[in-house]
Nanobody, 128 residues
């Protein structure tokens, strides 16, 4: 059974860094585009970053550009989200997701419905 497991969340202070990992199992996700989303308390889940299977295409939401970096290691079936210069407004549960349809994904990589598999989420809390 396909499974995505996020790790690396925690409580940090503003300005600190964290690296989230998303380990995939049960399926060869190396050919799947992957994404990160986040959901802050009382808000809807929103797009953070996405990466094509090859890593050639990368997308970020505006608020994290220059601070967050998405990457992947297909040999390890793992996707990463390096988060630097964290701000209190980055506080959220972070989810990774995988898309089984590259063609559909490529038209709207930031749309939740383009993703077919989801992890359980990892909490990131940034104190001021």
């Amino acid at each position: 059974q396909a499974q995505l497991v996020e790790t690396g969340g925690g409580l940090v202070q503003a300005g600190d860094s964290l690296r989230l990992s998303c380990a995939a199992s049960g399926r060869t996700f190396s050919s799947y585009p992957m994404g990160w989303f986040r959901q802050a308390p009382g808000k809807e889940r929103v797009f953070v970053a996405a990466i094509s299977w090859s890593g050639e295409r990368i997308y970020y939401t505006e608020s994290v550009k220059g601070r967050f970096t998405i990457s992947r290691d297909n040999a390890k079936n793992t996707v990463y989200l390096q988060m630097n210069s964290l701000k209190p407004e980055d506080t959220a549960v972070y989810y990774c997701a995988a898309s089984a349809d590259t063609f559909r994904w490529s038209s709207r990589p930031g749309m939740e419905t383009r993703y077919d598999y989801w992890g359980q989420g990892t909490q990131v809390t940034v104190s001021s």
